[in-house]
């Protein structure tokens, strides 16, 4: 069953990506980021910059997914749980 946005997936998201979408993203880690000290999240500006990739794969570590930095929907998923949720990898 899909979520309605804003937390719908419609990526994938990668470095280069600009999009309201990517904002959003950002905004996801940057709220993340004030719970879970590993995140280091990028100010959200739209654009998919290093910092959003670095962040990225953070989660994607601690979460168990390939580190690629590319926000695919399983990474988009677990962002979206860990954002609705509060649950700590650190």
Not at 15 to 37: C, E, F, N
Not at 55 to 64: E, H, L, P, V
Request: net charge positive; aromatic share 8%; proline share 9%.
């Amino acid at each position: 069953m899909k979520q309605p946005y804003p937390l719908a997936f419609n990526g994938p998201l990668k470095p280069g990506s600009q999009s309201d979408t990517v904002w959003l993203l950002q905004a996801m880690l940057s709220a993340i980021g004030r719970h879970y000290i590993n995140i280091h999240p990028p100010k959200p500006s739209g654009q998919y910059d290093e910092s959003t990739r670095q962040s990225i794969m953070r989660i994607q570590r601690a979460c168990g997914l390939t580190p690629d930095g590319v926000t695919d929907e399983k990474t988009w998923e677990a962002i979206t749980l860990m954002f609705c949720r509060g649950q700590s990898f650190t």
